[in-house]
């Protein structure tokens, strides 16, 4: 019985993950075809060639691929703390009861709305060398030439558009700490940076976890800013899907798919590792809503007790925080 | 390696695909082509539409063939784009697109690929049109493409200014250009650069790169694509624009110049020369706002090493696709969008460069579209870009090369050695 009614599900996630995933896996391991030096024309049939595109990755021309990997890397490390911080400040600004208040959240949520490539627009128009930017800080720095400068304007952009989906989840996850938290903290003698830290951090940090973690796997698969911004063939800033995406543009969908699949696991290690040592609360989570599945946390646990000891939780105010959650959502 | 064939197609997708050729035993020397098609009926024609003139082409073939219907497919006006949704339409071998219409650097990477069938000699006037058009239209010799548009770089130039400081002609060589800018700028350097082209990290770069070395008498590539950058006219060449950069001839923001961030510069009055293609023209002639230049310029051929230099060739080619079906009607739906009647509509409604030579020296057009003589002899001087398979690749290295010499990363030497060495790798 179960099984038939998860059928469906199963079946749309093979459908839509499964497949792409394994079709991508299956043509990783074709090249391209040859042309034929006496008809000029290319030969029917990609070759099979094993693991041979994943070599090349790895060994003599990864040059490319190395460069793009440590690209995807620093920006995305940069842009996710950067708008980590901010997005935090931003939520907190926003939690604070002031006048007008829906009309600040709404117009903070306003660069994630825009289509990332029209804030790329947006912004490689800022950054021409007779843009806004140059005659603010009154200077004449090419920002969309080939350098350091090119990865500044893509963080400052991806920055700008992805900080306030990090206020907006964070500020939820505000939103649910009771006050009388904070009040009795007061009572205690808590000043407000003791409050942030002790209170409102490791209460708030569920939330977080999520936006970051997000933030996290969207930043590694990074494409429409860099590739508008500063330009396709620009080494600065090439990530790895624009890699993969170059190498299908010239018709070579073997080593493209070889990229992706490298990318796909680098996305899935990163995603899982975060999971595993911060964030084993969302696994928890999930546990909890899809229980069946019993993977991470085994049975269904108790509202009160159990959490705790199935998993090492960091701090021990974040357990409480979670029952607290609990109650107040229920 | 051993080379495993992907997917044995089944029979009869191969034969769908080509019904012309037929059967199943096809030898790899058979050669789709569309000499003997004979199906007739629908079909439809993918291109982009800036000008909007396609609609009333295509209206005007509908209402002579009422049983053979062309519709018109708008594909999106970015141009990689384009081509990525004509491979596609390939790959998967549907009859989506009859008609394509093809930038002239793709033909040799379509008709290696089969995408596009060979055409019959004898389908289209080759030898009324301008010769080098006709190079880009063929693949190993054999017509792969019919004419369509053409497009060359013309020197846009302040005629005020040079009037002013007494210079009568425009320069035809390097040197002169140089001399002039030192005479009409004088002091006034700091306000005003000499010369501008398109130099960001795109296909501008490659135009750009391959006219500097096309006008200094070297060649980027042959016919066969064999790449020659280890020449001395080559060194010239790519020199002459490294130095232009370091001495300031070329305004150092010009390493951000598109087409459209140049003419912005040239119309707000910050460069005496820029390179440009002809659609500039109207533009810059309208008078409107951060315009300065409007009736205070004119156009001139580009500038060379020792006199006129070489233009690289723009413009679009009409190309059948090889999984479609009705491809006699096709064809004749080709002759048409590529007659002389049509290309007049083409040069009238949307100021399309014609592929005929003699719509160049009617006194009419000559009028209207003043530039016209110095366009038509930049088309007939100029360079195709290299004619590769694998033009993407091609395009891309030159890229690379062209700007990490520009930006001072590497000599122009090494550069054109790194490149050299690629593009022969690209070559057949």
Redesign the interface.
């Given at each position: 019985m179960a099984a038939l009614l998860v059928s469906p599900t199963l079946l749309v996630l093979g459908l839509v993950i499964a497949y792409p995933v394994l079709s991508a896996v299956h043509s990783s391991l074709?090249?391209v075809p040859d042309?034929?030096?006496?008809?000029?024309?290319?030969?029917?049939?990609?070759?099979?060639?094993?693991l041979?595109n994943f070599t090349t990755i790895f060994t003599g021309a990864g040059d490319r691929f190395w460069n793009a990997f440590w690209n995807t890397s620093f920006l995305t490390v940069t842009s996710v703390i950067l708008e980590t911080v901010i997005g935090l400040a931003m939520a907190l600004i926003m939690h604070q009861g002031m006048r007008g208040r829906a009309w600040v959240r709404a117009s903070i949520l306003v660069p994630w709305a825009i289509p990332t490539a029209i804030s790329a627009l947006l912004w490689r128009w800022i950054f021409?060398?007779?843009g806004i930017a140059n005659s603010l800080l009154n200077t004449?720095v090419?920002w969309?030439?080939?350098g350091f400068q090119a990865q500044i304007a893509v963080i400052i952009a991806e920055v700008w558009k992805t900080a306030p989906f990090v206020g907006i989840l964070v500020l939820a996850g505000l939103q649910i700490i009771s006050q009388e938290v904070y009040e009795a903290a007061r009572v205690d003698g808590a000043g407000p940076i003791r409050r942030l830290w002790s209170i409102t951090l490791p209460l708030v940090k569920p939330a977080l976890l999520v936006a970051v973690l997000f933030r996290l796997l969207d930043a590694l698969r990074m494409f429409d800013l860099p590739y508008i911004l500063i330009?396709?063939?620009?080494?600065s800033v090439e990530t790895l899907s624009m890699l993969a995406q170059?190498e299908a543009?010239?018709?070579r969908f073997g080593p493209a798919s070889a990229y992706s699949v490298v990318l796909f696991l680098y996305v899935f290690l990163i995603a899982f590792a975060f999971i595993k040592l911060l964030g084993a609360d969302l696994l928890g989570a999930r546990d909890e809503a899809g229980g069946k599945k019993g993977k991470g946390g085994g049975a269904r646990k108790g509202h009160d007790g159990g959490e705790q000891g199935a998993r090492k939780s960091l701090r021990p105010v974040a357990g409480d925080d979670r029952n607290r959650q609990k109650e107040a959502t229920a | 390696m051993r080379a495993i064939p992907r997917r044995l197609l089944p029979c009869t997708a191969v034969t769908a695909a080509l019904t012309l050729v037929g059967g199943c035993g096809l030898a790899s020397s058979n050669v789709e082509s569309a000499v003997d098609a004979e199906e007739r009926g629908p079909i439809t024609f993918a291109t982009s539409d800036t000008s909007g003139v396609v609609p009333s082409l295509i209206k005007r073939w509908n209402d002579r063939h009422p049983d053979e219907k062309a519709t018109f497919i708008e594909l999106p006006e970015d141009a990689d784009q384009q081509r990525q949704m004509m491979i596609q339409n390939a790959q998967l071998k549907t009859d989506t697109y009859t008609v394509l219409n093809l930038d002239v650097v793709w033909t040799s990477e379509f008709a290696s690929h089969r995408w596009i069938d060979q055409l019959p000699a004898d389908s289209f006037p080759f030898d009324q049109t301008l010769g080098s058009i006709n190079a880009t239209a063929k693949y190993r010799g054999k017509w792969f493409a019919m004419p369509y548009a053409s497009d060359g770089g013309m020197l846009y130039y302040r005629k005020d200014l040079l009037e002013k400081a007494g210079v009568e002609d425009p320069p035809e060589t390097w040197d002169e250009m140089r001399e002039i800018c030192d005479k009409v700028l004088g002091e006034q350097k700091s306000k005003m650069s000499c010369y501008g082209g398109q130099f960001e990290k795109y296909e501008g770069l490659t135009v750009n790169f391959s006219e500097a070395i096309n006008s200094a008498g070297g060649e980027v590539t042959d016919a066969k694509g064999i790449p020659h950058l280890d020449t001395p006219e080559a060194r010239r060449g790519m020199d002459h624009l490294v130095k232009s950069f370091k001495d300031g001839t070329i305004p150092k923001s010009g390493i951000t110049y598109m087409e459209e961030q140049g003419r912005r510069a040239f119309e707000k009055g910050d460069l005496l020369f820029y390179r440009n293609w002809p659609y500039q023209y109207a533009i810059s002639d309208k008078k409107a706002k951060n315009n300065e230049v409007a009736g205070k310029f004119s156009v001139a051929p580009l500038p060379g090493e020792k006199g006129p230099g070489a233009s690289s060739l723009g413009g679009h080619n009409l190309a059948l696709s090889s999984s479609a079906r009705n491809k006699a009607t096709a064809l004749d739906f080709m002759r048409f969008m590529t007659n002389e009647q049509s290309s007049r509509l083409k040069l009238e409604k949307a100021s399309l460069a014609p592929v005929f030579a003699k719509l160049y020296d009617e006194p009419e057009y000559v009028r209207k579209f003043p530039y016209l003589p110095v366009l038509k002899k930049s088309i007939l001087g100029a360079e195709p870009r290299p004619r590769v398979v694998q033009y993407g690749d091609a395009t891309k290295a030159v890229q690379n090369e062209a700007y990490n010499a520009l930006t001072g990363k590497k000599t122009s030497q090494a550069a054109l050695r790194g490149l050299q060495r690629q593009l022969r790798a690209l070559a057949p």
């Open positions: 074709y090249s042309i034929d030096p006496k008809t000029g024309f290319i030969e029917k049939g990609d070759p099979f060639v094993g041979d021409d060398s007779e004449k090419l969309t030439t080939e330009g396709a063939g620009k080494e170059d543009s010239n018709v | -």
